[in-house]
């Protein structure tokens, strides 16, 4: 099947882990919206959350009460068939706001369906990574690792990352254009995540013991 033109429609959110709220400018809200365009070409819609906006409290608990602002985007996630996790990197890791979402989504283990799968069973997650050291590969195999924990698929090559020069102060928004293998890498992504996602909406997971 040529997913360029799968008629299977799919949803995506992108949850932006910048430190920095808006309306100031982030790179990793910049390769998040580049790749939810790159999604778009496979059928693909959805939206973008820059979580520094929002009150996520934290906790690993589905609901933290007081103004939570969690919940709704809980809901978002699962309304949705691909989860996109971007977050630049801070000390050879991801964000803490990256490392809250993961703790939140811990709470996904405690919940499942009638017939035993979590939630989260039958949607893929991808990530982006952003940064002016060496380290993506890091910071993905981490986000990778906690996001399959809690039940999301990830299909190869699903991650698309900048990082520039050591020691120096470009960022990816500053660049005059995107890097063609950057680009070449957010494109694979998009097709390969979009792939994998319509076969998981077809032939759902068998259920769990």
């Known amino acids: 099947?040529?997913?360029?033109?799968?008629?299977?429609?799919?949803?995506?959110?992108?949850?932006?882990?910048?430190?920095?709220?808006?309306?100031?400018?982030?790179?990793?809200?910049?390769?998040?919206?580049?790749?939810?365009?790159?999604?778009?070409?496979?059928?693909?819609?959805?939206?973008?959350?820059?979580?520094?906006?929002?009150?996520?409290?934290?906790?690993?608990?589905?609901?933290?009460?007081?103004?939570?602002?969690?919940?709704?985007?809980?809901?978002?996630?699962?309304?949705?068939?691909?989860?996109?996790?971007?977050?630049?990197?801070?000390?050879?890791?991801?964000?803490?706001?990256?490392?809250?979402?993961?703790?939140?989504?811990?709470?996904?283990?405690?919940?499942?369906?009638?017939?035993?799968?979590?939630?989260?069973?039958?949607k893929a997650a991808a990530v982006c990574v952003v940064g002016n050291e060496d380290g993506a590969h890091h910071v993905s195999a981490e986000l990778f690792q906690g996001l399959n924990d809690v039940g999301f698929s990830i299909a190869p090559n699903a991650v698309t990352y900048w990082v520039g020069e050591a020691m120096q102060g470009t960022d990816y928004q500053d660049l005059d254009k995107t890097p063609e293998k950057t680009a070449a890498t957010t494109r694979t992504l998009a097709v390969n995540t979009a792939h994998l996602a319509r076969r998981l909406k077809s032939a759902p997971y068998p259920p769990s013991s």
């Not at 703790?103 to 369906?113: K, P």
């Open 1 to 122: 099947m040529d997913t360029t033109s799968g008629t299977t429609p799919l949803r995506a959110v992108a949850l932006v882990c910048t430190l920095s709220p808006s309306p100031k400018p982030s790179s990793s809200q910049l390769l998040a919206e580049q790749t939810m365009a790159a999604l778009a070409d496979h059928g693909v819609t959805g939206k973008v959350i820059r979580i520094a906006d929002h009150d996520v409290k934290p906790g690993v608990g589905v609901d933290m009460g007081d103004g939570d602002a969690w919940p709704e985007i809980r809901d978002t996630i699962l309304g949705c068939d691909i989860l996109i996790l971007s977050t630049p990197i801070w000390l050879g890791h991801p964000s803490s706001i990256a490392q809250r979402v993961l703790e939140r989504l811990n709470a996904e283990l405690g919940e499942s369906d009638d017939e035993g799968r979590m939630l989260t069973y039958g």
